[in-house]
């Protein structure tokens, strides 16, 4: 009688398979590559991931989020930074991380993976790839880790190139180019007095990238183009959202490496990274004519890693993002409380990492986020980071 494949699998990965350590995710593979292994013949399997402990200590206000993530919503500013309560220690291990990967002899690629940052399991990818083809949840395509500068800080520095999140998409690549079109996120809103108007996704949006490096230097330029529209069946109107960015990694010496990003969006929302509230800008407004008016505004980042030797660094780096408000302030009645709207964040931290053992990696931090408001408040909060990620 003929064995399932099942079977054959179980027997095949209890006994037969080789396990190795793959580089760099330290992930653990799983080769099939016994001549009379005929069903699992030349796939690959890949279990990836992470266990890792974040502690905060927010001096001032408590800005934290799982992860141990500040929060720019959470910042104090104007009055309510006087007397404010202070002193607020917190720690989880909900950034933990596990994933599986699949290569099969045909060049398949198929990725699955997911988090815990809200304390249950959420998808974070999804998706498959053949001949430069991949369909699925992946990192969007205007997005890019080149200029990323190295923080314990889970979601980054305001500037970052790009949108920084996972999205729906297909998407093409060959060689350095790639170009996709990908569900649009929608973390922010369109601003109404109307309560019947609501932005609505007609489109997708469309996205194109060129990312290498020459010698020393790494580079990404990426561009998107949207449509931002609202119909209430009796009213509408649209307009065209779009953005570019571009980001360099600069390996300065063996010891010095050098990040720079600088990103201009108009059409806001999570393209123009941790601006608005904590993660996007409102994309725009409807004014008394029924009009789209797009809200613009740009982001920069820039900092410097050195390398002590041994496992050893020094991070440092300042980003920010500012948001023209100027428009809407102007045609929007006050009832719109465009002068509350956080114009400028800013974020800047130094940290200290080491890695004792191959797999292990810690670090200490020290950051300052800082928001200034169209109507001139401000607000600020410092905090320390300490984390310990043991990677497989």
């Known amino acids: ?45 890949e279990v990836y991931g992470y266990a890792r402990l974040n502690a905060s200590y927010d001096i001032e206000e408590d800005i934290s989020e799982p992860t141990r993530a500040g929060d720019f919503s959470k910042i104090n500013t104007g009055a309510d930074e006087i007397n404010e309560a202070t002193g607020y220690f917190g720690a989880d291990a909900t950034q933990s991380r596990l994933g599986v990967k699949a290569t099969l002899p045909q060049g398949v690629k198929i990725v699955v ?127 065209i959202g779009y953005g570019a960015f571009g980001a360099l990694t600069f390996a300065a010496s063996d010891t010095v490496t050098l990040y720079g990003v600088f990103n201009y969006v108009n059409g806001g929302d999570i393209y123009l990274y941790r601006s608005g509230d904590n993660y996007a800008v409102d994309y725009g407004y409807v004014n008394s004519s029924g009009s789209v008016e797009l809200i613009s505004g740009y982001g920069a980042s820039a900092g410097a890693s050195f390398d002590l030797g041994g496992g050893r660094s020094i991070n440092t780096g300042v980003g920010m993002v500012e948001v023209d408000w100027d428009d809407a302030l102007r045609d929007l009645p006050g009832s719109a409380d465009i002068g509350n709207k956080q114009e400028t964040n800013t974020m800047a931290m130094i940290n200290y990492q080491w890695s004792p053992a191959k797999a292990v990696t810690m670090g200490v931090e020290y950051s300052y986020f800082m928001v200034d408001e169209v109507d001139g408040d401000d607000g600020d909060a410092s905090r320390l980071m300490f984390a310990a990620q043991y990677n497989f």
């Open 113 to 239: 993976e997911g988090g815990f940052r809200y304390g249950n399991l959420r998808l974070r990818h999804a998706y498959g790839e053949y001949k430069g083809v991949m369909a699925g949840q992946n990192w969007s395509n205007y997005n890019s880790f080149v200029g990323f500068i190295p923080t314990l800080e889970f979601d980054g520095m305001p500037g970052n190139a790009g949108s920084q999140f996972r999205t729906s998409q297909v998407r093409y690549t060959s060689g350095p180019v790639s170009v996709s079109l990908e569900q649009p996120f929608n973390f922010a809103s369109l601003i109404a007095t109307d309560p019947d108007i609501e932005q609505k996704t007609s489109l997708p949006i469309a996205t194109a990238r060129l990312e290498d490096s020459a010698g020393a230097i790494s580079y990404s330029t990426a561009a998107f183009v949207r449509q931002i529209d609202y119909d209430t069946g009796t009213q509408d109107d649209s307009a």
């Open 1 to 45: 009688m003929k064995r399932s494949k099942l079977r054959t699998s179980i027997q095949a990965a209890t006994s037969l398979l080789v396990f190795g350590i793959a580089s760099p995710a330290s992930a653990m593979k799983i080769l099939g590559d016994a001549d009379h292994m005929t069903n699992l013949k030349g796939y690959e399997i």
